[in-house]
């Protein structure tokens, strides 16, 4: 057993909570992986020194929490509207680590054209994307990203592509605009799973800094209450029907 002294000795840390995150309690489900994602985004903007620089844009949806938990800059998005928003930010203030924090239905369904428009113009934001494949916050029901078959509030017999057409791939739409400098999609189910992620956070996040164009961090997640499932059975699900449809790793990497 450890002493007190060998406990609060700083040589024998081994792990603390992010100086950016609050000591606020978190509201998310267990097994939710926003927390998790936080935790790397404010890792990879204190280990860059940018605290003072950051400033996240967070629209409506789970993902509009974040601004309770990191303690940067905030701005709140009208649903879908977070790009154009960082947009603005990113051409007032050039000198500033602009990034969007959104669900996949905020993103991908409302905010299509706002997400389409701004990774073309090249703007030197990074979007941080949590795919979920629903809706989580207003009830559960179909996304844009909803597999075909996935049971929701909206299709309880699952996605119908005759009826509600095909799940949507966005990551690779974004691929292939010219404005996109790094396109990548992670996940955080796993340590090493979430290595990967922040990696790819930090390479988003300088790419933006260093002017070379608009970056998409795809994350593929588990909404394990939408899902109607404990945390493991939904961790479990995701590899076994997400991945191969959103199968992880870098898309483009210009």
Not at 230 to 238: K, Q
Request: overall charge neutral.
């Amino acid at each position: 057993m450890l002493t007190r002294e060998q406990i609060i000795n700083p040589k024998n840390l081994v792990y603390k909570k992010p100086e950016l995150m609050n000591d606020n309690a978190m509201h998310y489900c267990p097994g939710c992986s926003h927390g998790v994602v936080h935790k790397l985004i404010a890792e990879v903007i204190q280990e860059m020194g940018m605290e003072d620089k950051a400033i996240g844009i967070s629209p409506v949806g789970c993902a509009v929490f974040i601004y309770n938990y990191l303690d940067i800059d905030w701005q709140e998005a009208a649903h879908g509207r977070a790009p154009a928003l960082a947009t603005a930010i990113k051409r007032l203030w050039p000198a500033r680590l602009v990034f969007t924090y959104q669900g996949d239905g905020d993103l991908a369904c409302i905010g299509t054209a706002e997400t389409i428009h701004a990774l073309n113009r090249g703007d030197n934001i990074t979007i941080i994307f949590i795919n979920n494949g629903i809706y989580g916050m207003t009830g559960g029901q179909m996304a844009p990203t909803t597999l075909l078959g996935m049971k929701t509030a909206t299709c309880p017999e699952g996605r119908n592509p005759e009826i509600h057409g095909y799940p949507i791939k966005i990551t690779e739409v974004a691929a292939q605009l010219e404005g996109t400098a790094y396109v990548t999609r992670q996940a955080v189910h796993t340590v090493a799973a979430i290595r990967k992620a922040k990696k790819a956070i930090r390479k988003a996040f300088e790419n933006s800094m260093e002017g070379k164009g608009s970056n998409l961090v795809e994350i593929v997640s588990t909404c394990n209450a939408g899902w109607k499932m404990t945390p493991a059975d939904a961790n479990t699900w995701m590899e076994e029907n997400m991945f191969p449809f959103y199968p992880l790793g870098d898309i483009k990497d210009k």
